[in-house]
């Protein structure tokens, strides 16, 4: 069983909104940052947003500023990603990724992810 549990992918029209979530298992006392990754056939993963164990600091991706927004449920390690204005070029597997540590780069924990297909 993958240490992250995503949820919220499926398929949307140029323009629509999907709303990803990841959820840590219960079990852990730690605060995790996390963050949310991509990647499309034939191409890398690719960063696309953040938020610090305390919500206090986000990060995006240049491609997905002013469309996506992260947050978090207080301290708990649930993060949701709310993806508006989606364009076909957002299609990809969605992998939720979190960790302790320094906010920034990536962390120890994957999710096994969720696709996100956006038709033109």
């Known amino acids: 069983q993958a240490p992250l549990v995503e949820s919220g992918g499926g398929l949307v029209q140029a323009g629509g909104s999907l709303r990803l979530s990841c959820a840590a298992p219960?079990?852990?006392?730690?605060?995790?940052?996390m963050a949310w990754f991509r990647q499309a056939p034939g191409k890398e993963r690719e960063f696309v947003a953040a938020?610090?164990?305390?919500?206090?600091?986000?990060d995006y991706a240049e491609s997905v500023k002013g469309r996506f927004t992260i947050s978090r449920d207080g301290t708990n390690n649930t993060a949701h990603l709310q993806m508006n204005s989606l364009q076909p070029e957002d299609t990809a597997v969605y992998y939720c990724?979190?960790?302790?540590?320094?906010?920034?780069?990536?962390?120890?924990?994957w999710g096994q992810g969720t696709q996100v297909t956006v038709s033109s």
């Open positions: 219960r079990r852990t006392s730690s605060k995790y940052n």
């Open positions: 990724n979190a960790g302790p540590g320094p906010f920034g780069g990536d962390y120890d924990y």
């Open positions: 938020i610090s164990w305390s919500g206090r600091d986000t």
